[in-house]
């Protein structure tokens, strides 16, 4: 049995030159308001609309051409003869996303402390639009040792109608405050309230969830910083709406799954020095993050659950 992944030369390239693409275009439009009600206080309004292109053919090796307990050369990754399968994907997928962001941030003081802190609210909605892509290459297979990515491939990539996939609506509030004790001690705390609403026109599911973070520094010397922070996450069901496999489902399609959301829990202990008059910044860090309520699926029935 394979146990480990077999030595090949790093510098292969098991796509297809003159065949093989990626384009990714971005168009960003963004309005900003500010004022000013004193020195000490700022109110912001950020308004985003943005549009986005991720269209591509690209080429999949795999080595999935042999079928269980064939012995052949081809079908051996230790033999020199061995082969793969490369096959293609490609996809057109487009995305609009509308975001306004209203900020109040400042600075105020209780007793000693110094506070800084932002409050802010937060409505987006994005669009997901796709096209069928057909007349891609034909799989093939290949060398594993030695592939030829110069091979001539016949294709004539055809496009299917524009669709929409689904939606994706965000309203969040937060708050964020760090504290100055002293010129050594400080103390930094955040909350936000997410809800999220997940639509592919067939099904849709709305979660709201808290997350929050706590961290707290100390400064040994002007230069110096050592810091302890936890924090937590959630991540909703369809948060990706076909974007990606795994658990949320297969990439082709905008899986919405009946499920709350994953939610992980994460420490990082770590600091930072800046040196040599401040043109060198050393930085180290321990961290530890765990997952709770994990999606995965089932390998016998295909069922998503959380576990």
Same mark, same amino acid.
Not at 8 to 35: L, P, Q, S
Not at 83 to 108: M, P, Y
Not at 123 to 149: A, C, Q, R, T
Not at 247 to 272: C, F, I, N
């Given at each position: 049995?394979?146990?480990?992944?077999?030595?090949?030369?790093?510098?292969?390239?098991?796509?297809?030159?003159?065949?093989?693409?990626?384009?990714?275009?971005?168009?960003?439009?963004?309005?900003?308001?500010?004022?000013?009600?004193?020195?000490?206080?700022?109110?912001?309004?950020?308004?985003?609309?943005?549009?986005?292109?991720?269209?591509?053919?690209?080429?999949?090796?795999?080595?999935?051409?042999?079928?269980?307990?064939?012995?052949?050369?081809?079908?051996?990754?230790?033999?020199?003869?061995?082969?793969?399968?490369?096959?293609?994907?490609?996809?057109?997928?487009?995305?609009?996303?509308?975001?306004?962001?209203?900020?109040?941030?400042?600075?105020?003081?209780?007793?000693?402390?110094?506070?800084?802190?932002?409050?802010?609210?937060?409505?987006?909605?994005?669009?997901?639009?796709?096209?069928?892509?057909?007349?891609?290459?034909?799989?093939?297979?290949?060398?594993?040792?030695?592939?030829?990515?110069?091979?001539?491939?016949?294709?004539?990539?055809?496009?299917?109608?524009?669709?929409?996939?689904?939606?994706?609506?965000?309203?969040?509030?937060?708050?964020?405050?760090?504290?100055?004790?002293?010129?050594?001690?400080?103390?930094?705390?955040?909350?936000?309230?997410?809800?999220?609403?997940?639509?592919? #026109?067939?099904? $849709?599911?709305?979660? =709201?969830?808290? @997350?929050?973070?706590? %961290?707290?520094?100390?400064?040994?010397? !002007?230069?110096?910083?050592?810091?302890?922070? #936890?924090?937590? $996450?959630?991540?909703? =069901?369809?948060? @990706?709406?076909?974007? %990606?496999?795994?658990?949320?489902?297969? !990439?082709?399609?905008?899986?919405?799954?009946?499920?709350?959301?994953?939610?992980?829990? =994460?420490?990082?202990?770590?600091?930072?020095?800046?040196?040599?008059?401040?043109?060198?910044?050393?930085?180290?860090?321990?961290?530890?993050?765990?997952?709770?309520?994990?999606?995965?699926?089932?390998?016998?029935?295909?069922?998503?659950?959380?576990?």
């Amino acid at each position: 049995n394979l146990v480990r992944p077999v030595k090949v030369d790093r510098d292969n390239f098991y796509g297809r030159y003159n065949t093989d693409f990626r384009e990714n275009v971005m168009k960003t439009a963004t309005a900003i308001v500010e004022h000013d009600f004193t020195s000490d206080l700022t109110l912001r309004n950020t308004l985003r609309h943005s549009k986005s292109l991720n269209h591509y053919l690209m080429a999949r090796p795999s080595f999935d051409n042999c079928k269980a307990g064939d012995t052949t050369d081809a079908c051996n990754p230790y033999h020199p003869d061995a082969q793969f399968t490369r096959a293609g994907r490609a996809r057109w997928r487009e995305s609009k996303s509308l975001i306004n962001q209203t900020d109040l941030f400042g600075n105020f003081n209780t007793g000693s402390i110094k506070h800084n802190f932002i409050a802010g609210l937060e409505f987006s909605k994005e669009e997901i639009y796709s096209k069928s892509v057909g007349g891609l290459p034909g799989s093939s297979v290949d060398s594993l040792y030695h592939p030829n990515p110069n091979s001539s491939y016949a294709y004539n990539l055809t496009y299917g109608p524009k669709t929409a996939d689904g939606e994706i609506k965000t309203n969040s509030l937060y708050f964020f405050d760090t504290m100055e004790f002293n010129d050594q001690w400080s103390f930094n705390a955040g909350l936000r309230r997410e809800s999220f609403k997940v639509d592919n #026109y067939k099904l $849709s599911r709305k979660d =709201s969830f808290w @997350n929050y973070q706590l %961290g707290l520094v100390y400064k040994p010397a !002007a230069n110096g910083s050592i810091y302890l922070s #936890y924090g937590t $996450s959630s991540n909703p =069901s369809g948060e @990706n709406l076909g974007q %990606g496999g795994g658990a949320d489902g297969s !990439a082709a399609s905008a899986t919405v799954r009946d499920l709350a959301p994953e939610k992980s829990r =994460s420490w990082e202990l770590g600091t930072k020095w800046d040196v040599m008059s401040e043109r060198l910044s050393l930085t180290a860090a321990l961290f530890e993050t765990k997952k709770t309520d994990a999606r995965s699926t089932d390998p016998v029935t295909g069922d998503v659950t959380l576990s």
